[in-house]
């Protein structure tokens, strides 16, 4: 099911992919054999679907939009080399001619919706909701112009969405997930493992002697390609951020003071007091408790005779902009701690106030926050730079001239590094410190050539990264002297290795013949331990995560055997224990399991059902316009 969907959603933008291409739709379509279907048609479509055609323009938008709340979504941009990498083209393209494929069959059947059912929608929509909890009309004018629609647009496709989710809804109809479909996924998931093992480690490989010169030869004269020098990359990277272009120290103490007072409030924490509230109907009741209260009563006592529990009294602990009424304010930030105010007349009635534990504010001084505020203020200012000198970098470097030119002439440090693999590590083998993160910058390199004029990278901080290669020391064989140490060491580590397959093979051999575990540990020397409540997939206390893959493999009494995270660590164990979880079918895990498996069965009926529409009133789609959007091959109609 939605195979191409899934793969997309394996890489590093999954979910997020995920939720934008699902659009408004209830459920996911499955992508029909989209390269089976090209065939010449209008040269300004890029798909037609029955009647209905879908322009280069409309599909331009479209995609277009979808990247960008993607790219918002990841914080970067998402450009058309990595949308068709990850398949995104496709992906979009066939979830727009699926929805048309619904608004065709939805008009051929000639479903309706009232304008009513329309507002409802949209009126009743938490986004569109102001501070009261109501629908808004300025925050849903806002919300739609922001996403790019305009208000009939916006209409129209809810609309639209609203029939596709009522076609949806009555082909998947109200799927049931069989109780022994949940019941085995559970215990799948919850079942878990005991067991007894036996920790192998470089000890018990014995003492391992130095190879002579000729096993040494050998050995890495049939390893060679292990020990290759990988292909470096000679590169210049200029960075252009708002923090590397401040200048905190041209910000003028007047300019920060004036900052400091606007967002004074935020430099500190308001003062907090214990609050206590006695609500009265009647102002003559409340000024006659407020007598007996000065009269001596107390507080806890007066609510006592009036019936009213600790709870009911307790405001909490509270600042004064929390408190929606402001004579009640006013009045709590007014007493001692322990005192009882007079009665006072609120919005819902008149009240008597106890203050209790009092915590002070706090606020920072100018010259406590001075340092981070010029930076902040200088780095706001930088961005403006950042903008000029992005258009001086494009314009010299179109001149012809090289990042390493265009910095000295516009006096910009650049970063040149000598040689890096693709890994970012230096020949030595160590990262290269000053490469940075983000943007994957060594990627890029090795994705484009010397000379290459590339297109500048956008950083996290809104800022731009440029970079050029201009050299490539393609990889080669090493010879046996160049890396003597590391292939001894890795013949070492083999070595070890078969010691220890050759020692857990004979334990095996012994277990499998009946012997205990603990007769065979004990023969070599070593301890049993336990391992319990072992779940699929985690690590069990300092068991590696194989070693768990490992027990769930064989039944319960077997032996079993397996590498450690390292060729250095061998576990030789029997599976002691097997407990599957107890079924109930009303447990959270086990709605939510249902809930999960009724929408994947009905997104494959939904998908089916869409197929069969498709090849009902013809699908046709035209790479050559699909370039025109996304790129790629220029090739013409298939």
């Not at 590498?563 to 009303?586: C, I, K, L, Q």
């Amino acid at each position: 099911m939605l195979r191409g969907i899934h793969k997309a959603s394996s890489t590093w933008l999954g979910k997020a992919v995920m939720a934008v291409i699902m659009g408004g739709l209830i459920v996911s379509f499955a992508i029909w054999g989209i390269g089976d279907i090209f065939r010449g048609f209008g040269v300004n479509s890029v798909a037609k679907i029955g009647g209905t055609e879908i322009s280069i323009e409309q599909f331009r938008s479209y995609y277009t939009e979808k990247l960008q709340q993607l790219g918002q979504r990841m914080r970067r941009p998402i450009s058309n080399d990595q949308a068709r990498a990850l398949g995104l083209d496709r992906q979009l393209l066939g979830q727009l001619v699926a929805e048309t494929t619904l608004d065709e069959q939805a008009r051929q059947l000639r479903l309706g919706l009232a304008d009513k059912d329309i507002a409802d929608r949209i009126t009743s929509d938490p986004a569109f909701r102001g501070a009261n909890g109501q629908f808004d009309r300025a925050r849903f004018e806002a919300v739609i112009r922001n996403a790019g629609f305009s208000e009939a647009r916006f209409v129209a496709e809810q609309r639209n969405v609203m029939l596709r989710r009522q076609i949806a809804q009555t082909v998947s109809g109200d799927l049931k997930v069989p109780d022994t479909t949940i019941k085995s996924i559970l215990q799948y998931q919850g079942e878990k493992r005991a067991i007894q093992y036996i920790a192998l480690a470089t000890a018990q490989a014995g003492d391992v002697a130095a190879p002579s010169a000729d096993e040494l030869a050998k050995y890495f004269e049939t390893r060679k390609v292990l020990f290759r020098a990988p292909e470096y990359r000679k590169v210049t990277v200029l960075s252009q951020s708002p923090a590397e272009l401040a200048k905190p120290q041209d910000v003028s103490d007047a300019d920060a003071k004036a900052a400091y007072e606007a967002r004074k409030d935020s430099y500190g924490t308001s003062e907090k007091r214990e609050l206590r509230q006695m609500v009265f109907a009647k102002p003559e009741d409340a000024a006659a408790a407020s007598e007996r209260v000065t009269k001596g009563l107390s507080f806890a006592d007066l609510a006592k005779e009036r019936g009213i529990k600790d709870s009911d009294l307790d405001v909490g602990t509270v600042a004064k902009a929390d408190i929606i009424d402001p004579a009640v304010a006013d009045a709590a930030f007014a007493l001692k701690s322990g005192d009882v105010s007079s009665p006072v007349k609120g919005a819902f009635g008149t009240v008597l106030l106890q203050v209790g534990k009092i915590e002070a504010g706090t606020q920072k001084t100018y010259a406590d926050v001075a340092a981070d505020l010029k930076r902040e203020l200088a780095e706001a200012r930088a961005k403006t730079e950042i903008s000029n000198l992005r258009d001086k970098i494009e314009d010299d470097r179109a001149g012809g001239a090289t990042l390493a030119e265009t910095a000295k002439k516009l006096n910009l440090k650049v970063i040149s590094i000598d040689a890096v693999d693709r890994a970012g590590r230096a020949p030595d083998g160590q990262p290269i410190a000053a490469l940075p993160k983000q943007p994957d910058v060594v990627a890029a390199a090795f994705a484009t050539d010397v000379g290459v004029d590339n297109d500048a990278l956008q950083l996290p901080s809104n800022g731009y990264l440029y970079y050029d290669v201009t050299g490539i020391t393609p990889s080669r064989e090493r010879t046996l002297d160049e890396v003597k140490d590391q292939v001894a060491a890795r013949w070492r580590d083999d070595e070890i290795a078969k010691r220890l397959q050759a020692k857990a093979d004979d334990m095996l051999v012994k277990l499998k013949a009946g012997t205990p575990l603990a007769q065979v540990a004990s023969e070599s020397g070593l301890k049993v331990d336990t391992a319990a409540d072992m779940v699929r997939g985690k690590p069990a206390g300092f068991l590696p995560v194989k070693v768990t893959e490992a027990a769930f493999k064989i039944p319960k009494g077997s032996p079993g055997s397996v590498e450690g995270d390292s060729a250095a660590s061998r576990y030789v164990f029997v599976v002691t224990a097997v407990t599957d979880p107890a079924f109930d079918a009303n447990t959270p895990e086990a709605k939510q399991l249902a809930a999960s498996l009724q929408n994947s069965f009905a997104d494959d009926i939904v998908g089916q059902y869409i197929a069969k529409i498709e090849a009902d009133i013809g699908v046709t789609l035209n790479q050559a316009a699909l370039n025109q959007v996304v790129g790629g091959g220029t090739g013409g109609n298939n």
